[in-house]
């Protein structure tokens, strides 16, 4: 078993749906959790950051963990076409010099 | 990518030839790293470093070598290229670890024919 799962998709929504993205891990010493957002052809971007547990709200974006699941998720409102990019979750425990663990991501097309 | 540049942008070269990649950033952070990324299998961790001359092994470093010997800069070489490392190459830093997350360089686009 991975240490971290995502379904790849594709994801194809219209504009304005709500996104949900979802990873599954099974590393319990994971404390820090991340969504990265990377459009075609450029560097993955941080968008996301949450520490332990919650809820975390920035714009259109709600970042959610459920530490007791092992699941965690991305939700995006109102989402936009501009929104259509490869998603990936990553995670790290709390030793700094460990390297964050990534899902595959997952690809999302918001169509107008 | 702000404080954080890879070259070449993009490189063919031809099988058992060694290829050196090379990121650079100016944000004077400790933690490098190295990823290839390729359909199917997402990011996939090559080597990185957590000082000069420190560095270590990621699940894929067969085949790859790295050298840091100041703060700035990361070398990545092929030794010997072949045409299973054909991939999307991003380096990453980060101040402090994993748990400050990373930026990305714009990656490098390698064909080994």
């Known amino acids: 078993q991975k240490e971290v799962e995502q379904d790849p998709g594709p994801l194809s929504v219209p504009e304005g749906a709500i996104v949900s993205l979802n990873c599954t891990y099974s590393?319990?010493?994971?404390?820090?959790f991340m969504w990265y957002r990377q459009y075609s052809r450029k560097g993955p971007e941080l968008l996301m950051y949450t520490y332990s547990s919650g809820n975390k709200e920035d714009g259109r974006f709600t970042a959610q963990v459920d530490k007791s699941s092992k699941y965690i998720s991305l939700f995006i409102r109102d989402s936009q076409p501009s929104d259509s990019a490869t998603y990936l979750c990553?995670?790290?425990?709390?030793?700094?010099?460990?390297?964050?663990?990534f899902g595959k991501g997952t690809r999302l097309s918001v169509i107008a | 990518d702000a404080g954080i540049t890879q070259s070449p942008r993009h490189k063919v070269t031809e099988t058992g030839t060694p290829v050196t990649l090379r990121c650079h950033q100016t944000?004077?952070?400790?933690?490098m790293y190295w990823y290839r990324q390729d359909p199917g299998h997402g990011l996939r961790l090559i080597h990185y470093s957590y000082g000069v001359k420190d560095t270590d092994k990621g699940e894929v470093s067969d085949g790859y070598s790295v050298s840091r010997s100041k703060t700035e800069d990361f070398l990545l070489t092929l030794e010997s290229a072949t045409s299973s490392q054909t991939s999307v190459y991003f380096c990453?830093?980060?101040?402090?670890?994993?748990?400050?997350?990373?930026?990305f360089g714009s990656g490098t686009r390698l064909t080994v024919v």
């Open positions: 990553a995670m790290s425990s709390t030793s700094g010099n460990t390297p964050l663990v």
């Open positions: 944000e004077n952070h400790r933690y």
């Open positions: 990453a830093i980060s101040g402090g670890g994993a748990d400050y997350g990373y930026t």
């Open positions: 590393n319990s010493a994971f404390q820090y």
